[in-house]
């Protein structure tokens, strides 16, 4: 029972700098993992950007040194800021979230409807 909400997405020139914000609400447990993730058609939805609970980070190569994912628990929100976009950005990034109510637990994934994020050239 997990609802993701993103926002922030939009069209912006080579060079530029856009935020995403998603937003979480329902059960969310305390220990969890939050990303986002990236579409274009055609092409496979890819990894960008993950952050635990305890604010670990992990970036895909291509976004490393120009993606900054970050979260605030109290608000149960995650951003994605990025800087000197590329043309190759653009695609409809998604908002995740992987959580387990405890360690031998199955665990769940929620996902969020998606932002669209046009970069031009």
Do not use: H
């Amino acid at each position: 029972q997990v609802q993701l909400v993103e926002s922030g997405g939009g069209l912006v020139k080579a060079g530029g700098s856009l935020r995403l914000s998603c937003a979480a609400s329902g059960s969310i447990f305390s220990n969890n993992t939050m990303g986002w993730y990236r579409q274009v058609p055609g092409k496979q939805r890819e990894l960008v950007a993950t952050i635990t609970s305890d604010g670990t980070t992990n970036y895909a190569d291509s976004v490393k040194g120009r993606f900054i994912i970050s979260r605030d628990n109290a608000k149960k929100t995650e951003y994605l800021q990025m800087n000197s976009l590329k043309p190759e950005d653009t695609a409809v990034y998604f908002c995740s979230l992987l959580q387990r109510r405890y360690l031998w637990s199955r665990a769940d994934d929620y996902w969020g409807q998606g932002t669209q994020v046009t970069v031009s050239s």
